[in-house]
């Protein structure tokens, strides 16, 4: 049986991997259930850096939708004629709405190198999806860099 530890900041959490939560957040205008992961190794417990960026977060989680929105957003118009080459019909995005379908979060990385990561299923690349880290500062591109 996975461990379960009840942490003051993050709440019940399980260890497999990683400790772990799914919640539900609003992003591009709809609701999505995602994981909350606080990344450690076997027997190590949640840092408090992670616990002071999940307070971050969850204290700034409307500004930080809208900026997440707006970064795809412009990867997505910037890049598309390159993510064309493995996305079939491949288009640029007017809308947020429009993010539903091409792009679908999965899952929000408290790293324990004080960052945080906001992890995509993407149209474009199935096997390794997209990442906005979003703490200590912005920044897109394959989850490969970031993990």
């Given at each position: 049986m996975?461990?379960v ?12 991997y ?12 709809k ?6 992961a606080?990344q ?8 408090q850096?992670?616990?002071?960026n999940y307070?971050?977060y ?15 957003i412009?990867y997505?118009n ?7 080459d493995?996305w079939?019909g491949a288009?640029?995005?007017n809308f ?12 929000l990385?408290?790293s ?21 880290q979003i703490?200590?500062h ?5 989850q490969d860099?970031?993990l």
């Amino acid at each position: 049986m996975a461990p379960v530890i009840n942490d003051p900041v993050f709440g019940k959490m399980t260890y497999q991997y990683r400790w772990y939560k799914t919640e539900d957040i609003v992003l591009f205008g709809k609701h999505w259930d995602i994981t909350i992961a606080a990344q450690a190794y076997t027997g190590q417990s949640i840092l408090q850096i992670q616990r002071e960026n999940y307070k971050w977060y969850t204290q700034h989680r409307d500004e930080v939708a809208e900026k997440i929105t707006k970064a795809l957003i412009q990867y997505i118009n910037i890049n598309c004629e390159a993510l064309a080459d493995a996305w079939v019909g491949a288009r640029k995005v007017n809308f947020p709405s429009e993010l539903d379908g091409i792009v679908s979060p999965k899952t929000l990385l408290l790293s324990r190198n004080d960052s945080i990561v906001m992890l995509f299923d993407c149209k474009w690349d199935i096997d390794h999806g997209l990442a906005v880290q979003i703490y200590p500062h912005y920044e897109i591109g394959p989850q490969d860099l970031f993990l």
